[in-house]
């Protein structure tokens, strides 16, 4: 069940506040590893969130899912564990589904990053706005943890809360910047907190749409490409090479 070790790194994003944006970055940040020929896996911790198959079309593929791994302990193969769960764009994918149970065990989540650093060059993590055991793991064995915030009001209460409650806590703290039409901030508000900014990223347009007719994310326009911009600055940041 292993292949060769590729001592992957793990990025974990979470959102500031309803509405940040975060899954749809960690989908696209890996669409973008991806395609720069890094071994990707995608990791669905929000048992709550809508489910990160559904962003990528995958909902109706085949393959394992966190019901299958939620009792596991201890070692699981990097290699079989990439081989069966279900992949797209070249990234694979660890989804929750559309029923099952209500969370993962810090154990189970342990075991998954285990063999995702082994068998990928990078895990990417996408965190509910919570922090609970799981998070809280995630996050201690995060080499970066991004936080995605708008130029809304809330969403800058919530990153400045966020980044004094994960000061400390974890690894690398850096910010992604979405612009919100509807937001009234500048986002040198955002700046002005005490982390790097590591990307700027425009208005998504579109991007709903493509979710619901089950197409990811691509990375031709302007938010794909500001999300390829920003793996260059984490890959920079994690001594790898994308």
């Not at 793990?10 to 696209?28: L, N």
């Not at 966190?66 to 990234?91: I, K």
């Not at 990928?120 to 998070?135: F, G, N």
């Not at 986002?187 to 900014?197: Q, T």
């Amino acid at each position: 069940g292993e292949g060769p070790v590729r001592d992957g790194r793990i990025v974990a994003v979470m959102g500031c506040g309803a509405g940040a944006g975060a899954s749809t970055f960690a989908v696209t940040l890996a669409i973008a590893a991806a395609a720069k020929s890094l071994r990707v896996l995608l990791v669905d911790a929000d048992p709550l969130g809508g489910g990160l198959d559904v962003l990528l079309g995958l909902e109706d593929a085949g393959g394992v899912r966190w019901p299958d791994l939620v009792e596991t302990r201890g070692r699981l193969g990097s290699r079989s564990l990439a081989d069966a769960l279900p992949h797209t764009d070249g990234v694979a994918v660890i989804s929750w589904g559309r029923e099952g149970p209500r969370g993962a065990s810090p154990e189970a989540m342990s075991a998954v990053l285990d063999a995702g650093v082994r068998g990928h060059d990078i895990v990417i993590v996408d965190l509910p706005r919570q922090l609970d055991p799981v998070t809280e793991l995630v996050t201690s064995r995060a080499d970066e943890t991004v936080l995605v915030a708008t130029n809304r009001v809330r969403s800058a209460a919530a990153a400045a809360r966020i980044t004094g409650v994960l000061d400390g806590r974890c690894g690398s703290l850096g910010i992604v910047l979405r612009s919100d039409p509807r937001g009234v901030l500048d986002d040198a508000v955002l700046a002005a907190l005490p982390v790097p900014v590591i990307a700027r990223l425009p208005v998504a347009a579109g991007l709903a749409g493509r979710a619901d007719d089950g197409r990811p994310p691509g990375l031709k326009d302007a938010y794909g490409k500001a999300c390829m911009a920003a793996l260059h600055t984490l890959a920079r940041n994690l001594g790898r090479v994308a």
